[in-house]
Nanobody
């Protein structure tokens, strides 16, 4: 599975940014059946789950982003988006798109998922 993330950049605190991830299907990966998600890793910190979306469109969010971030998927375009509002400097990190091809999952298992190359989000104060 190839995952191409885009949309990162520099934004001021309180600003908005939307990340997108495009997935390339393979004989072993049907996008619509896959659980997708966004993880992030800030400098010096462990990676953390940001948001996930299942093939049933069920979503989960980290407590730190609830009410500010929205994950969505488009099964026609094979993409997921992460709309990020009210950004603060603590959101600064490299954001990774992940895909778990096993059907029926409510969320991707990061240890068994494919990972994209990451896109850097920098929020200035």
């Amino acid at each position: 599975v190839q995952l191409q993330a885009s949309g990162g950049g520099l934004v001021q605190a309180g600003g908005t940014l939307t990340l997108s991830c495009a997935a390339s299907e393979t004989p072993f990966m049907t996008f619509s059946n896959s659980a997708m998600g966004w993880y992030r890793q800030a400098p010096g910190k462990q990676r953390e789950m940001v948001a996930t979306i299942s093939s049933f469109f069920t979503t989960t969010y980290a407590d730190s982003v609830k009410g500010r971030f929205t994950i969505s998927r488009n099964n026609v375009k094979n993409t997921i988006d992460l709309q990020m509002n009210s950004l603060n400097p603590e959101d600064t990190a490299v954001y990774y798109c992940v895909s778990d091809v096993r059907p029926g999952l409510m969320a991707p298992d990061p240890e068994l998922s494919s990972w994209g190359q990451g896109t850097l989000v920098t929020v200035s104060s």
